[in-house]
């Protein structure tokens, strides 16, 4: 095969294969869903034929069934955290990886990733603080 087929095929593949693995996910967050629900009047159903009261659903539950995204986690902190050290890390590495391997001006590209890093870990010490500031609230205020 020609240099210049190949050449063509690339874009075609990755746009084919970024759209697929946009409908993937969103098909698949549909059939979760979906099971959920079916679940949920199967086991009220059972309920309705054994004379039981049927068990409620709780409004996070609606709420996650009818939401667009995932409800967020309580502590938003640790997750940014965690992205900014291997960011800083991971730039740190790189940098005296490529700076050994002979390419001081291209080593200075990984700097960007250590400064991404830093600005997550940045945004950790802020979301942190402000978690700590907020007034306290129990498990089931946050659930509704």
Known sequence: MHTENIAVFIPIVAIVMGIGIG?????????????LLEQ??????????????PPTITPGLVGFLNSKTQPQPRYLW?????TGLWFLFG???LYFA???????????????????????LIYAAVLW?????APQTTRRETEY
């Open 129 to 133: 603080q402000q978690e700590k500031d």
């Open 23 to 35: 409908m993937l996910s969103i098909w698949s967050e549909h059939k979760r869903k979906a099971q």
């Open 78 to 82: 640790p997750r940014a955290m965690r």
């Open 91 to 93: 730039g740190v590495v």
């Open 98 to 120: 490529i700076d050994e391997a002979g390419g001081h001006e291209g080593a200075l590209f990984a700097i960007v990733l250590a400064a991404i890093g830093f600005a997550n």
């Open 40 to 53: 949920l009047h199967r086991e009220r159903m059972l309920a309705l034929e054994k004379g039981v009261e």
